[in-house]
């Protein structure tokens, strides 16, 4: 009965069951929290891990059928991994190395060249769960003067059971899409802590639903335009009789359309987060903020002339997961371009094995890197100073995002295309005008420096 009922929801939407099906389970995260909230609040921990295990569960089931064996599977061993291996640097070794080959080894199995909704979708978000769960775990053993601010907070004192776990990798707010969170605030959240009023449920209905709201805009909002942009139209004749400065300005269209998909899929996630209590994160100047599971900053995100600024407001708990795991756990090799470089390619695989993720990866690299000394030459020159303070800065604001937003269109092209054959052709139309723009900007910024900026700036900066 569902089925056919699901197919006629598909069509009318013009979107793919998997998709509606996807959804629609994230959807149900809402019912899921207030029942929650209603009758298990009060429960023993035990009752509330079995609730999040098994409502994970069915929507796992409802999406992926049979294949939610591969989540099991990893979640087990992961667990036989921390009792019978302990606090060990193995531990962590082994975890690392078994989950991003079961992954990979996923995505080769199940890859094509298009975009399909599959098991290994929600399997990635469980894969850095599961890493940090070993990191966590790893921290709580040393002593705490050792730890930074960060892993204070998330390091483990024991080790959970395996129904903890359960409840920790299906819980409903994060299983699918994310957000990524710790083992330790999903056990504050069962403990009851996470609320503005102790020993109650959370006073957090009006901020899901003010998340869930602008959500919702956004998932319109790429209902609606997402058909006149659809990605096989930079493959076509079509496209590459049109004019160069159209084919710009219909990529640079085309990335803020589609980037809703993501954004849409965040917000309401978050949403659900926030009902439940686990986007609750303390007081700030006498306001209560529930933004702990905030994977997106929507007004930089959208205001953000910089392509910095529009990376840290985006899949915000990825990228500190990231940094907290990877980037951070690196500074034994004594070189921040070394451990950045590093983290960008774990963050590349991480997503699949498509030739397309490496380009867009190594893009977001030279671009960022362009940026930096971009933003570096303004500051120490007295001139470009002048000029962005002033009644002018209007217009080179359009000029930015007009940049911003082309660029970061073509960055993203190959990591939604995939496969080289795809991108190459795409590039080859635009004339790889952004691999010369960044590579001119990065060849000519030493010379504008000499030009631009005092000879005793240039001394201090150096010596810094």
């Known amino acids: 009965m569902a089925a056919p009922l699901l197919e006629k929801l598909s069509e009318s939407l013009g979107s793919p069951e998997p998709a509606v099906r996807l959804m629609l389970s994230i959807l149900i995260g809402y019912p899921c929290a207030l029942v929650y909230r209603r009758f298990f609040f009060y429960q023993p921990p035990t009752v509330i891990h079995l609730f999040h295990a098994f409502s994970g569960l069915a929507l796992a089931a409802f999406n992926f059928g049979s294949q939610i064996y591969h989540s099991a ?48 979708m929600p399997h990635c978000v469980l894969t850095l769960k599961l890493v940090g769960l ?54 504050r959240l069962v403990a009851g802590e996470l609320t503005d009023c102790p020993g109650k449920p959370a006073n957090s209905v009006i901020p899901s639903i003010k998340r869930f709201a602008v959500g919702f805009l956004c998932l319109v909002i790429f209902t609606i335009f997402s058909p006149y942009f659809p990605d096989n139209y930079f493959l076509t004749d079509e496209f590459e009789a049109q004019p160069f400065w159209y084919r710009c300005v219909f990529i640079l269209l085309w990335v803020k359309v589609i980037l809703y998909k993501y ?25 209560h903020q529930w933004d702990a599971c905030a994977n997106m900053k929507l007004w930089v995100y959208e205001t953000t002339p910089l392509f910095g600024g529009t990376i840290s407001s985006f899949n915000i708990n ?40 490496f380009l867009c990866f190594s893009m977001e690299f030279i671009i960022i890197t ?35 937003w082309l660029f970061m269109g073509y960055s993203l092209l190959p990591f939604c295309l995939f496969t080289y054959d795809k991108w190459l052709k795409v590039y080859s139309s635009v004339y790889f005008c952004g691999h010369l723009f ?9 010379y504008l420096r000499k030009a631009l900026v005092p000879r005793r700036e240039r001394k201090e900066t150096k010596q810094e």
């Open 263 to 287: 954004v849409s899929c965040w917000l309401i996630a978050e949403g659900i987060c926030i009902l439940s209590g686990l986007g609750y994160n303390g007081v700030v100047d006498g306001q």
């Open 370 to 404: 362009v940026e930096r000394q971009a933003q570096a030459l303004v500051k120490d020159s007295p001139l470009l100073t002048k000029v962005a303070n002033s009644p002018l800065y209007p217009l080179i604001y359009v000029m930015q995002q007009f940049i911003h």
């Open 134 to 187: 070993s990191f966590d775990y790893y921290d709580g053993g040393k002593e705490m003067s050792q730890l930074s601010a960060e892993q204070k907070k998330s390091a483990l004192s024991s080790v959970p059971s395996l129904l903890e776990m359960c409840g920790f990798s299906y819980f409903y707010g994060g299983f699918l899409v994310g957000p990524q969170f710790t083992l330790r605030s999903y056990q």
């Open 318 to 357: 990825t990228n500190a997961w990231a940094a907290r795991n990877v980037f951070k756990r690196l500074k034994f090799l004594g070189n921040k371009m070394l451990s950045h470089v590093t983290t960008l390619f774990f963050l590349t695989i991480w997503h699949g094995l498509h030739s397309g993720y």
């Open 73 to 120: 599977v990893c979640i087990f061993v992961q667990f036989l991994m921390l009792r019978l291996m302990g606090r060990t640097v193995t531990t962590v070794l082994s975890s690392f190395t078994f989950q991003m080959v079961y992954l990979l080894a996923g995505y080769y199995y199940t890859a094509t060249e298009e975009y399909d909704i599959k098991w290994t």
């Open 438 to 446: 960044f590579l001119l900007a990065f060849l000519i910024m030493p």
